[in-house]
């Protein structure tokens, strides 16, 4: 059953005021609930798992059209393959999960939950490449991974338990995993481009690369409060893990050769809370359609003895709309008015609702209301299902074009400290000039509220002045934001 009686008393909440618009909406439309009694682990729920499962399911066939194997490996990692690559130690240990007893028993060798599954991976991947005929290796997984943040924690933005899908390749070389890294971007940009995010793709820093990683691209997207979102990244390992794990295999040759690695991850969880801060309105969700678990709503309009027209058509149009293969539901539950159903299908964020009055009914006609402009318009039933698909298209370019909009506008560039921190303070994602020199960047994320988090790599961008820190000469365009 969905909402209540009241609903319609029911306070809007403005989304200017991002963060309690966002728990409400979570709440309402059943995305996530944060109240399980384990800090930093939140239950996903039905409308909300819904969507995350058409995201999973679109990443999914796109790594397997691209030969990535659908695997499924333990959760646990002992700790000798955990420890076997130094970075990355350090990089995770603070945060990683102990299992150190079973029933009451102390374990001889210590286990730990994943916190991303490299070193669960490469032992088995040593087993498997024995000759280069049998790379590449490529695999894929949707799991669950775990990592004790000490920041505060956010619903899908930041918790101690994660869902993403990570990526796990072995190759005869560094072209052709550098060929595998291409891949995975394109991979994960055609999942975001669908979903109408619009994003920009950085080289992160080297202090805040990927622990073991060689270099680390990331996806990073906006959010209403100003902070930065990184909804997924992409690790060129090189030899490193290889090195570690001894991932060699028999050349052409027959000379040993060591392979060399690439990994990626998507978190659903961010790149949910995107979709939803995105595209979100005062009256709730907006989802695009092809992740809307319900694309069409119909809502027979009940008059007193006309009761059967309006639902005998409605449900005429429901077989016709379901028989093109859209998602549609009807939803002829008399407990509630109209009102109440409208006020709960656009919390819902599904993208149309078709009204069914009698009239409708008598004169073949239908009503129907875009959720993203609330736009309504009539039509002759004969023109549905084309209506319908033109809507869709319609829907999507707007909150695409939207969202496109709002991140160019976030933008701008800063060329002294003082200008910096004004746009930091509004909340803006800066250019600044860098020469490349880590203490600078230390230096700013000290004198000012965000940090730098990388180059361009979709777009080439020349510095246009000096080091904004330093006054030496500038080697990048940096980019400075807040982040979660
Ligand atoms: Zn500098």
Same mark, same amino acid.
């Given at each position: 059953?969905?909402?209540?009686?009241?609903?319609?008393?029911?306070?809007?909440?403005?989304?200017?005021?991002?963060?309690?618009?966002?728990?409400?909406?979570?709440?309402?439309?059943?995305?996530?609930?944060?109240?399980?009694?384990?800090?930093?682990?939140?239950?996903?729920?039905?409308?909300?798992?819904?969507?995350?499962?058409?995201?999973?399911?679109?990443?999914?066939?796109?790594?397997?059209?691209?030969?990535?194997?659908?695997?499924?490996?333990?959760?646990?990692?002992?700790?000798?393959?955990?420890?076997?690559?130094?970075?990355?130690?350090?990089?995770?240990?603070?945060?990683?999960?102990? !299992?150190?007893?079973?029933?009451?028993?102390?374990?001889?060798?210590?286990?730990?939950?994943?916190?991303?599954?490299?070193?669960?991976?490469?032992?088995?991947?040593?087993?498997?490449?024995?000759?280069?005929?049998?790379?590449?290796?490529?695999?894929?997984?949707?799991?669950?991974?775990?990592?004790?943040?000490?920041?505060?924690?956010?619903?899908?933005?930041?918790?101690?338990?994660?869902?993403?899908?990570?990526?796990?390749?072995?190759?005869?070389?560094?072209?052709?995993?550098? %060929?595998?890294?291409?891949?995975?971007?394109?991979?994960?940009?055609?999942?975001?481009?669908?979903?109408?995010?619009?994003?920009?793709?950085?080289?992160?820093?080297?202090?805040?690369?990927?622990?073991?990683?060689?270099?680390?691209?990331?996806?990073?997207?906006?959010?209403?409060?100003?902070?930065?979102?990184? !909804?997924?990244?992409?690790?060129?390992?090189?030899?490193?893990?290889?090195?570690?794990?001894?991932?060699?295999?028999?050349?052409?040759?027959?000379?040993?050769?060591?392979?060399?690695?690439?990994?990626?991850?998507?978190?659903?969880?961010?790149?949910?809370?995107?979709?939803?801060?995105?595209?979100?309105?005062?009256?709730?969700?907006?989802?695009?359609?092809?992740?809307?678990?319900?694309?069409?709503? !119909? !809502?027979?309009?009940?008059?007193?003895?006309?009761?059967?027209?309006?639902?005998?058509y409605s449900k005429k149009l429901f077989d016709e709309i379901k028989a093109a293969g859209i998602r549609v539901k009807l939803d002829d539950d008399n407990r509630f008015n109209p009102g109440d159903k409208y006020f709960t299908w656009e919390m819902y964020g599904t993208p149309i609702r078709?009204?069914?009055?009698?009239?409708?009914?008598?004169?073949?006609?239908?009503?129907?209301?875009r959720r993203d402009t609330f736009e309504k318009t009539q039509i002759d039933e004969s023109e549905l299902i084309p209506t319908i698909q033109g809507l869709?298209?319609?829907?999507?370019?707007?909150?695409?074009?939207?969202?496109?909009?709002?991140?160019?506008?976030?933008? %701008?560039?800063?060329?002294?400290?003082?200008?910096?921190?004004?746009?930091?303070?509004?909340?803006?994602?800066?250019?600044?000039?860098?020469?490349?020199?880590?203490?600078?960047?230390?230096?700013?994320?000290?004198?000012?509220?965000?940090?730098?988090?990388?180059?361009?790599?979709?777009?080439?961008?020349?510095?246009?002045?000096?080091?904004?820190?330093?006054?030496?000469?500038?080697?990048?365009?940096?980019?400075?934001?807040?982040?979660?």
């Open positions: 059953m969905t909402g209540n009686k009241s609903s319609t008393k029911k306070e809007l909440i403005a989304k200017d005021n991002f963060s309690e618009w966002y728990d409400n909406v979570l709440l309402e439309a059943k995305i996530v609930d944060d109240r399980y009694p384990v800090k930093g682990f939140s239950v996903y729920t039905g409308w909300g798992m819904s969507i995350a499962k058409r995201i999973i399911g679109m990443l999914e066939e796109k790594l397997e059209e691209n030969g990535n194997e659908p695997m499924q490996f333990p959760v646990v990692i002992p700790e000798d393959s955990f420890q076997k690559e130094e970075d990355h130690i350090e990089g995770f240990s603070g945060e990683v999960f102990w !299992i150190t007893h079973a029933g009451n028993n102390e374990l001889e060798r210590r286990l730990i939950l994943r916190p991303t599954s490299e070193t669960a991976i490469y032992p088995m991947f040593k087993l498997w490449m024995r000759s280069h005929q049998d790379l590449p290796l490529r695999m894929h997984q949707t799991c669950n991974v775990y990592r004790y943040e000490t920041k505060a924690t956010r619903p899908l933005y930041r918790g101690r338990e994660f869902l993403w899908n990570e990526g796990h390749t072995a190759h005869v070389d560094y072209d052709d995993a550098e %060929a595998e890294v291409r891949a995975a971007i394109e991979a994960y940009r055609s999942v975001y481009d669908r979903l109408g995010l619009s994003y920009i793709m950085m080289k992160r820093p080297e202090f805040d690369k990927f622990a073991g990683a060689d270099y680390s691209v990331a996806f990073d997207t906006w959010n209403p409060d100003g902070k930065v979102n990184q !909804i997924g990244t992409v690790h060129q390992l090189g030899h490193n893990f290889a090195k570690a794990f001894d991932l060699t295999y028999e050349d052409a040759d027959g000379e040993q050769a060591t392979a060399t690695n690439t990994c990626y991850g998507m978190g659903f969880g961010r790149t949910l809370a995107a979709t939803i801060a995105h595209h979100g309105d005062d009256h709730g969700l907006v989802l695009p359609p092809i992740v809307a678990p319900i694309q069409v709503v !119909i !809502i027979p309009i009940f008059f007193k003895g006309k009761e059967e027209i309006a639902l005998n078709i009204e069914v009055g009698p009239r409708e009914a008598q004169n073949n006609k239908v009503t129907l209301v869709f298209e319609s829907i999507f370019e707007n909150l695409r074009a939207k969202d496109k909009k709002t991140l160019d506008n976030l933008i %701008a560039d800063a060329y002294d400290l003082d200008q910096l921190k004004t746009y930091m303070d509004s909340r803006m994602i800066v250019r600044i000039n860098w020469c490349g020199d880590p203490d600078c960047a230390f230096n700013l994320k000290d004198m000012v509220s965000g940090e730098i988090r990388g180059t361009r790599w979709d777009v080439e961008e020349k510095p246009t002045g000096n080091c904004i820190m330093c006054k030496e000469e500038a080697k990048y365009v940096a980019y400075v934001s807040r982040t979660y």
